[in-house]
């Protein structure tokens, strides 16, 4: 399997593929030559819902991401 993108839930999710140091959500890294987005974990979300617009934000840009792959092949 070899996704086009990888959404990381959560600074675990992100530290795992190594992506999870410093500002960590809503920044582009990389796992194994794939595009990493680390986003907050949906239980962060439960307990703190002003986080919600943060990853709303985060997922518009994988949206981005993948339309530009999609129109360039």
Not at 11 to 32: C, F, I, K, P, S
């Amino acid at each position: 399997m070899r996704p086009r993108v990888i959404v990381a839930l959560g600074r675990h999710a992100a530290n795992n593929l190594g992506v999870g140091d410093g500002r960590w959500r809503g920044r582009w890294g990389t796992y194994e030559g794939i595009e990493v987005m680390p986003t907050y974990h949906p239980a962060y979300l439960l307990r703190n819902p002003e986080g919600k617009r943060d990853v709303w934000e985060d997922m518009k840009e994988v949206m981005r991401r993948l339309q530009n792959e999609a129109d360039k092949g």
